[in-house]
Nanobody
Framework: QVQLIESGGELVQAGGSLRLSCAAS????????MAWFRQAPGKEREFVSA????????????EDADFVKGRFTISRDNAKTTVYLQMNSLKPEDTAVYYC???????????????????WGQGTQVTVSS
């Protein structure tokens, strides 16, 4: 079992920045693919960013959704069992609940697929005012 606890969401003005954190329990964090998804009111949950172990060792591959490329950056600290989402140049359309997800069987081809992830956090609200 893995428990995920997100934090860092808040109200921010357009053009501002936020850093979301997701603290994970468990001793095998480094084996898990970690991702951020988001869900706006009335919309389906959508992929934002993910990081997946690349082959063996400590190299990870990261992928972002097109609508956040150049603005959002995912990173992870395996020693702290935490994944981050640095969000810059925020726009009102980024307003959503942001969810952290973990999956042990996620691969690079499947990293954007919601159902591939086994564990989810409770979400953190990000609101961007215009």
């Amino acid at each position: 079992q893995v428990q995920l606890i997100e934090s860092g969401g808040e109200l921010v003005q357009a053009g501002g920045s936020l850093r979301l954190s997701c603290a994970a329990s468990g001793r095998t964090f480094s084996n898990y693919a970690m991702a951020w998804f988001r869900q706006a009111p009335g919309k389906e949950r959508e992929f934002v960013s993910a990081t997946v172990r690349w082959r063996s060792g400590n190299t990870y591959y990261a992928e972002d959704a097109d609508f956040v490329k150049g603005r959002f950056t995912i990173s992870r600290d395996n020693a702290k069992t935490t994944v981050y989402l640095q969000m810059n140049s925020l726009k009102p359309e980024d307003t959503a609940v942001y969810y952290c997800a973990a999956g042990v069987k996620v691969t690079i081809p499947t990293m954007k697929i919601l159902r591939e992830y086994d564990y989810w956090g409770q979400g953190t609200q990000v609101t961007v005012s215009s």
